[in-house]
């Protein structure tokens, strides 16, 4: 049984057109889909530098490869399993490695989002964005992808390659410690409850 997909209407000229016409669905690809990308890579490495580096080398890499995208999935779960690829490289380079060492609480990277003159959250967010980065690298992803994007435990499981209960383990996993860890930022709490997308 194959699947249709609804795709974005701007996909066929990225993947076909030429000049003003690709330069156009581009334009279109980016305001849609650049910032979503851009939080989900800042969740997963922490920090702006990072983040944006692999967002753009994410929508290169998207660039290069359109024209093999075959439609057999939706075009959002391609886009983040490329940009999830992009994160896993980040994430093993020196740099990444070091940072994880460093800020091996909570508390550290908090101070770090608060001198990131690129990081506008309050408090609450600060706190929460801190939490996340001492999860295992897995559950951060299930996090971000679920909690800030949204997207369904289907495509969740789709695009890191696991089964629907395992992406919801470690969600469930992930809430858990980050509630955790919000309850000892002075009695912080964040609401964290799901919302009824499967």
Do not use: C
């Not at 076909?16 to 890579?41: C, S, T, V």
């Not at 860890?181 to 919302?195: Q, R, V, Y």
């Amino acid at each position: 049984m194959e699947t249709s997909w609804e795709q974005p209407e701007w996909l066929d000229d990225l993947i076909h057109a030429q000049n003003l016409g690709k330069e156009r669905a581009f334009q279109l690809m980016m305001d849609a889909w650049h910032q979503p990308i851009y939080q989900f890579l800042r969740t997963m490495l922490g920090t702006h530098e990072d983040a944006a580096d692999a967002t753009q080398e994410t929508f290169i890499q998207v660039l290069r490869s359109v024209h093999r995208f075959r439609k057999e999935a939706k075009f959002s779960t391609w886009l983040y399993t490329i940009a999830r690829r992009k994160g896993l490289d980040a994430l093993r380079s020196m740099k990444q490695r070091a940072l994880r060492v460093t800020h091996h609480n909570a508390e550290l990277w908090s101070n770090q989002f608060r001198a990131d003159p690129y990081f506008n959250g309050d408090d609450a967010e600060r706190q929460l964005h801190a939490a996340l980065q001492n999860l295992p690298e897995r559950q951060r992803e299930v996090f971000a992808l679920r909690y800030f994007q949204e997207l369904p435990y289907d495509d969740i499981a789709r695009l890191m390659d696991t089964s629907v209960g395992a992406a919801k383990a470690n969600f469930f996993h992930a809430k858990n410690k980050v509630r955790s860890a919000l309850t000892s930022f002075d009695g912080l709490n964040l609401s964290l409850t799901e919302t009824s997308q499967s």
